[in-house]
């Protein structure tokens, strides 16, 4: 008897251990888990940021930039606040002339000036500029908004006062004085000395990006003067000569050297190894309507027998000049695109690569065939079709924008590549130079901290959008849908 009762304490302890052992799991797992909170200093979540620029150009225009103040400015304030800064610390606003520009300017130094808060205030402001002016508008109209314009600081309002400019740079300088760090945006303005400038792109960098893409395309590093290279460039008018001026002598700095050792050449003459960075004129086109664009063709490339001049690659410098260059080739009788001139890249591979189900493989562009070998491959009538179809092969075009209504361009391969300011690298060092600064970083050590900041100038990349890019860059990136690419 005794041991029966021992043996039922035996198994009564177990049992009680086991539902405490249960009830121990059950409780844990009915405990939430929490994710710890992310603190960020009081420095950037008290900190004040005002964004003033321009009205936005452009943003219902698929026949414009990409790129507009408006999703440009959107971007940075979404980074700002994943920075730390506080949503309710960041205003945005757009004005349509330098007039709107002060009066709003002139409210946000006189709240600084009698507020009793010692919190970091950064201005971020880009003025606007002379829409008068056909060159001004014709920058803003064809590279955007965010480029370096060669235009005026000046109002287009209604308003008569011609002293808009001079009180601009005076209510800038009060700002600093009231403790705001004024940080410049894509321009810079006579006679005041900005705290920091950032730079998005200007007519050397849009030009450098074109003409280095087309020299990697058609590898120039590796032609001979046997088989070179035939390349022409595109300079319309309309932006202005200082625009076209620094546009020229960049991407001629970068081709120079290729036409000096008779590795590239132009069919229409119109550049060779004795050109200057001041012959930029040679290239010029009155504008970049269409007529004017194929009135340059065809005299570039046509010639007295009536035939057309093989054409290797063509530096177009916007969007909306090499849409009428495409239209122009077609008219005088080229054919092929991208994808004929790289027979490892066809429109079924790009739109699987847009699809996410291949990758686009890029191969050296074949040589122009050789005399040598026409004579040894045809003869008589031969030879003549295999030169005419040598001639009308599709060139490498080169532009800048990335225009919706030119997106189809690029998938099928009519246009090389279009290049584009870099609206992520944009957003995020931007918000990471005001984080610094509110921080109290300066000089060297926030220079250590954003890569892309010397002194204090703030360079933001371009990047170029081809066929095998183009789902990753754009669409992937919401910059547009699937729709707006013609798929």
Same mark, same amino acid.
């Given at each position: %008897? %005794?041991?029966?009762?021992?043996y039922?304490?035996?198994?009564?302890?177990?049992?009680?251990?086991?539902?405490?052992?249960?009830?121990?799991?059950?409780?844990?797992?009915?405990?939430?888990?929490?994710?710890?909170? #992310?603190?960020?200093?009081? &420095?950037?979540?008290q900190?004040? +940021?005002?964004?003033?620029?321009?009205?936005? &150009?452009? /943003?219902?225009?698929?026949? =414009?930039? $990409?790129?507009?103040?408006?999703? #440009?400015?959107?971007?940075?304030?979404?980074? %700002?606040?994943?920075?730390?800064?506080?949503?309710?610390?960041?205003?945005?606003?757009?004005?349509? !002339?330098?007039?709107?520009?002060?009066?709003? $300017?002139?409210?946000?130094?006189?709240? +600084?000036?009698?507020?009793?808060?010692?919190?970091?205030?950064? $201005?971020?402001?880009?003025?606007?500029?002379?829409?008068? @002016?056909?060159? @001004?508008?014709?920058?803003?109209?064809?590279?955007?908004?965010?480029?370096?314009?060669?235009?005026?600081?000046? /109002?287009?309002?209604?308003d008569?006062?011609? /002293?808009?400019?001079?009180?601009?740079?005076?209510?800038?300088?009060?700002?600093?004085? =009231?403790?705001?760090?004024?940080?410049?945006m894509?321009?810079?303005?006579?006679?005041?000395?900005?705290?920091?400038?950032?730079?998005? @792109?200007?007519a050397?960098?849009?030009a450098?990006?074109?003409?280095?893409?087309?020299?990697?395309?058609?590898?120039l590093?590796?032609?001979?003067?046997?088989?070179?290279?035939?390349?022409?460039?595109?300079?319309?008018?309309?932006?202005?000569?200082?625009?076209?001026?620094?546009?020229?002598a960049?991407?001629?700095?970068?081709?120079?050297?290729?036409?000096?050792?008779?590795?590239?050449?132009?069919p229409?003459?119109?550049?060779?190894?004795? *050109?200057?960075?001041?012959?930029?004129r040679?290239?010029? +086109?009155?504008?970049?309507?269409?007529?004017?664009?194929?009135?340059?063709?065809?005299?570039?490339?046509? &010639?007295?027998?009536?035939?057309?001049?093989h054409?290797d690659?063509?530096?177009?410098?916007?969007?909306?000049?090499?849409?009428?260059?495409?239209?122009?080739?077609? !008219?005088?009788?080229?054919t092929? @695109?991208?994808?004929?001139?790289?027979?490892?890249?066809?429109?079924e591979?790009?739109?699987?690569?847009?699809?996410?189900?291949?990758? +686009?493989?890029?191969?050296?562009?074949?040589?122009?065939?050789?005399?040598?070998?026409?004579?040894?491959?045809?003869?008589?009538?031969?030879?003549?079709? =295999?030169?005419?179809?040598?001639?009308?092969?599709?060139p490498?075009?080169?532009s800048?924008g990335?225009?919706?209504?030119?997106?189809?361009?690029?998938? *099928?391969g009519?246009?090389?590549?279009?290049?584009?300011?870099?609206?992520?690298?944009?957003?995020?060092? #931007? =918000?990471?130079?005001?984080?610094?600064?509110?921080?109290?970083?300066?000089?060297?050590?926030?220079?250590?901290?954003?890569?892309?900041?010397?002194?204090? *100038?703030?360079?933001?990349?371009?990047?170029?959008?081809?066929?095998?890019?183009?789902?990753?860059?754009?669409?992937?990136?919401?910059?547009?849908?699937?729709?707006?690419?013609? $798929?």
């Amino acid at each position: %008897m %005794m041991a029966w009762k021992v043996y039922r304490r035996r198994v009564w302890m177990v049992f009680s251990a086991l539902i405490v052992i249960v009830m121990i799991v059950l409780c844990s797992a009915c405990q939430k888990k929490t994710t710890p909170s #992310v603190t960020h200093p009081t &420095s950037l979540t008290q900190s004040h +940021v005002d964004i003033l620029t321009p009205e936005s &150009s452009n /943003d219902i225009d698929p026949n =414009a930039p $990409l790129n507009t103040w408006d999703n #440009v400015t959107h971007s940075i304030v979404e980074q %700002m606040q994943s920075q730390g800064f506080s949503k309710n610390n960041i205003s945005r606003s757009m004005s349509s !002339n330098l007039s709107e520009q002060v009066k709003k $300017l002139k409210k946000i130094v006189s709240n +600084v000036s009698t507020s009793t808060e010692k919190n970091s205030h950064i $201005l971020l402001f880009s003025p606007a500029l002379d829409e008068d @002016s056909p060159r @001004s508008a014709a920058i803003r109209h064809r590279y955007g908004d965010l480029v370096t314009s060669t235009a005026t600081i000046a /109002d287009n309002s209604d308003d008569d006062n011609t /002293d808009i400019p001079d009180t601009l740079v005076e209510q800038l300088r009060k700002a600093q004085k =009231a403790g705001i760090t004024v940080v410049l945006m894509g321009q810079k303005i006579p006679n005041f000395t900005e705290n920091y400038y950032v730079s998005f @792109s200007t007519a050397q960098s849009i030009a450098r990006i074109q003409t280095e893409n087309l020299v990697k395309k058609l590898q120039l590093n590796k032609a001979t003067a046997q088989n070179p290279q035939a390349i022409e460039m595109l300079l319309p008018m309309n932006v202005g000569k200082e625009f076209n001026e620094h546009a020229f002598a960049a991407s001629w700095k970068i081709l120079k050297p290729y036409f000096v050792t008779g590795v590239a050449y132009s069919p229409s003459g119109l550049l060779d190894a004795h *050109t200057t960075a001041q012959d930029w004129r040679n290239v010029a +086109v009155s504008d970049d309507s269409e007529s004017s664009i194929s009135d340059a063709l065809q005299a570039r490339l046509s &010639s007295s027998q009536n035939t057309n001049a093989h054409i290797d690659g063509i530096i177009a410098f916007n969007d909306y000049a090499a849409h009428h260059v495409i239209r122009a080739l077609k !008219n005088m009788g080229y054919t092929g @695109s991208s994808a004929t001139i790289n027979p490892d890249i066809t429109l079924e591979s790009i739109v699987k690569t847009l699809a996410g189900d291949a990758d +686009v493989n890029k191969q050296r562009v074949p040589m122009p065939t050789s005399p040598e070998d026409e004579e040894t491959d045809t003869t008589g009538r031969d030879k003549s079709s =295999a030169t005419k179809k040598t001639s009308l092969t599709w060139p490498i075009i080169t532009s800048f924008g990335v225009y919706i209504n030119d997106v189809p361009h690029i998938i *099928t391969g009519k246009l090389w590549t279009s290049s584009m300011e870099d609206r992520a690298d944009i957003s995020e060092s #931007v =918000a990471l130079l005001c984080a610094q600064i509110a921080q109290g970083r300066t000089g060297a050590r926030l220079e250590r901290s954003i890569p892309n900041v010397r002194s204090t *100038t703030l360079t933001t990349a371009l990047f170029a959008v081809s066929a095998d890019n183009l789902k990753k860059t754009l669409i992937d990136t919401s910059y547009i849908t699937p729709a707006d690419a013609g $798929l």
